[in-house]
Each structure stands twice: as C-alpha cells, then as structure tokens.
C-alpha cells in the first residue's frame, strides 16, 4: 500500500519570500502525484500534477513542484509568496495501473507573514 | 461549467441523531467520491462509485453509514446514528472516469454534539 508524509504541519514565511513544502511519499510502484490546496472553508482544488515525463512541474498561481524518484519525494515551491497563498497545502499519490484510491497526507498549513 | 454542489454547507446535531448530505457532479463524470476529513487531517475515501456501482466502501463504517448513487447522478451520505467522533468536513469529489483529476465540492461541516 501507499503512503504519504508531510512532515511540516505548519509553516510560517514572511511575504514575498521563497517556500518549499516538502512530500515523501512511499509505494513499491510507479505513483501519480498531486498537490491540492484548500483556503478556509472550501473544498480542495488540483494544484498541479505529475503523471509522467518532466520531472519538474509547473501548476497554478505561480507554484511548481519537483518529482524525485531516487529519494521518493514531490516537493512544492514558489519563489515569492502573497498573503492570499495563505491555506493548507496536501499531497497525494495515485498507484499508476488498474483501480487504486488516491492517498492524501495530513497537510501543511502555510501561514504568510505580512 | 458548474462544479460539484454539496448541502447542507454545514449541520449540527446531537449523537444518536441522524443525518444525510447531498452531493451534486460535475455534469458527465462518472466518478463521485465520498471523503471524511477530521480536523487536522488529510481527506480518507470513504466511498466511491463509478455511475452507480459501487468500487471501494472498504473504510465505510458500513454499521451507521451509508450512501447511494441512485441513476449515476446524485449522491447521499447518511450516518444513522451519529456518534462525536463523527464530527468532520464530508467532502464530495467527482471525476471524468476512475483515475482522472478529481474536482472537490466545499464540502459539509458536521458537528455532533
């Protein structure tokens, strides 16, 4: 079975400064990644994806995440964060092939600073 | 193009009450998914259809939940009766078909008090 670990619950960064939200994921097979953000009181929205070729990933308001398949890891960056990125950031894995449910981590929950 | 509709957007009850939600798709997906999230957790799957079979129900507390795709379309969840720890957002998501990018609605608030 798969499993996902976000490791920072919480992260606190100033505006305008860089972030990186860090995912591990864990699967004995090939995986789809996501990243889904939820502002408060909203349901998740798809931030990007990885499904298969570049391992570097550009998504949606500015963000971009890096598959690394030797240390199993889907990290999510930006460069310069607003105020309005404030929300919980969650990962996700799909096993690639047949039937399998999407496994969400806890989340993180990216507090900016003004 | 309309997203995924979900009421009541928040409910308060007492234990041993009962409750239903009501989910809405994305028009043409024949995926709809059913998720639980407890505060400060990610969503868990509780159950998902493909039209109006049903694929996974393996973490449906199949004892007090219950849910149905009648016509593919429309879905309920119930919880009869509720228990405290039942307390959660119940999220619906639907997709295209089974794999593909899942689109959330804004979910319902259950508090059981």
């Known amino acids: 079975a798969q499993s996902v670990t976000q490791l920072d619950s919480q992260v606190p960064v100033f505006e305008e400064a860089p972030v990186e939200l860090r995912c591990n994921y864990s699967?004995?097979?090939?995986?789809?990644l996501f990243w889904y953000v939820q502002y408060p009181n909203q349901g998740l929205q798809l931030l990007l994806k990885?499904?298969?070729?570049?391992?570097l990933v550009k998504g949606i308001n500015g963000f971009e995440a890096e598959f690394n398949k030797s240390q199993t890891s889907f990290h999510l960056r930006k460069p310069s964060v607003h105020i309005s990125d404030t929300a919980e950031y969650f990962c996700?894995?799909?096993?690639?092939?047949?039937?399998?449910?999407?496994?969400f981590g806890t989340g993180t929950k990216l507090q900016v600073i003004p | 193009e309309a997203g995924v509709a979900q009421s009541p957007r928040y409910k308060i009850i007492e234990k041993r009450q009962s409750v239903a939600f009501w989910c809405n798709p994305i028009?043409?997906?024949?995926?709809l998914y059913w998720y639980q999230q407890i505060l400060g957790q990610g969503p868990k799957l509780l159950i998902q259809?493909?039209?109006?079979?049903?694929?996974?129900d393996s973490q449906l507390p199949k004892d007090r939940f219950s849910a149905e795709r009648l016509k593919g379309v429309d879905s309920t969840l119930k919880i009869q009766p509720a228990k405290l720890e039942d307390s959660a957002v119940y999220l619906c998501?639907?997709?295209?078909?089974?794999?593909?990018?899942?689109?959330f609605g804004p979910g319902t608030r259950l508090t059981v008090t």
């Open positions: 998501a639907s997709s295209s078909t089974l794999g593909n990018e899942q689109y």
């Open positions: 699967s004995s097979v090939s995986v789809y």
């Open positions: 990885y499904l298969s070729g570049s391992t």
């Open positions: 996700a894995v799909l096993l690639r092939g047949g039937y399998q449910k999407v496994t």
């Open positions: 028009s043409g997906h024949a995926t």
């Open positions: 259809f493909q039209n109006n079979g049903v694929v996974d």
